[in-house]
């Protein structure tokens, strides 16, 4: 069954250390991706996606990513995180299997920035 | 454009009530979908509707949940009885896909369910 695993439950960082949220999935085909932030109390709301072309992203509040298609990776990357980054942090992947394209989450990464 | 509404925004009720959520979507969108959360199985697709048609509903948890697209603006999702296990937020999420299968799905600010 397709799955997508984030390697970290919990991250501490102080302000303006850089972030790397991991992400793999695990199906060989064509997949669209995505990260979705939720902060403390809200909603997810969709900080990048990748469909296709460039694979390095960026999305919102100075995120990016980068697919690595040998690698089957889709890493999240901030230079320098701010305390108002504290959230919790999903990846997401379509994979293209034919008919319905479920979009399959991965457990989350939780993100405490301290100041 | 208003993004996805759902309500209520927080529900408490005792066990053995009946539950009714509400979500509407994006307009325009072609696709409808719910999702539960909660600390201990994080987040759940309940079922999923397109073109208003439930599609997937293998994530219902049983029979006491229910769900309902009538028309392409409005949907329910309705727990008869609830439960206490059943407290968790209730998420509406809606997306457009397009031809080549692309899609972007956008939350709503989900439900607080309570049950005591």
């Known amino acids: 069954a397709q799955s997508v695993s984030q390697h970290n439950h919990h991250v501490i960082l102080s302000e303006a250390a850089s972030l790397e949220l991991g992400c793999n999935y695990s199906?060989?085909?064509?997949?669209?991706l995505f990260w979705y932030v939720q902060y403390p109390g809200q909603h997810l709301q969709l900080l990048l996606k990748?469909?296709?072309?460039?694979?390095l992203v960026k999305g919102i509040k100075g995120f990016e990513a980068e697919f690595i298609k040998s690698k089957f990776s889709f890493n999240l990357r901030k230079p320098s995180v701010q305390w108002s980054d504290t959230a919790e942090y999903f990846c997401?992947?379509?994979?293209?299997?034919?008919?319905?394209?479920?979009?399959?989450f991965g457990a989350g990464t939780r993100l405490a920035v301290h100041p | 454009d208003a993004g996805v509404i759902q309500s209520p925004r927080h529900e408490v009720t005792e066990m053995g009530q009946e539950v009714t959520l509400r979500c509407k979507p994006i307009?325009?969108?072609?696709?409808l979908f719910w999702y539960r959360q909660t600390m201990m199985r994080g987040l759940e697709l309940l079922i999923y509707?397109?073109?208003?048609?439930?599609?997937?509903d293998s994530g219902m948890p049983e029979d006491r949940f229910s769900a309902k697209m009538p028309n392409a603006s409005f949907s329910t999702l309705k727990i008869q009885p609830s439960e206490p296990r059943d407290s968790a937020v209730y998420f509406c999420?809606?997306?457009?896909?397009?031809?080549?299968?692309?899609?972007?799905?956008?939350f709503g600010p989900g439900t607080r369910l309570l049950v005591l």
């Open positions: 509707f397109n073109n208003n048609v439930p599609i997937d």
């Open positions: 990748y469909f296709s072309g460039d694979p």
């Open positions: 999420a809606s997306s457009l896909i397009l031809a080549g299968g692309q899609e972007t799905q956008y």
């Open positions: 199906y060989g085909g064509t997949v669209n």
């Open positions: 307009s325009g969108h072609n696709s």
């Open positions: 997401a992947v379509i994979p293209f299997s034919g008919g319905y394209n479920k979009l399959i």
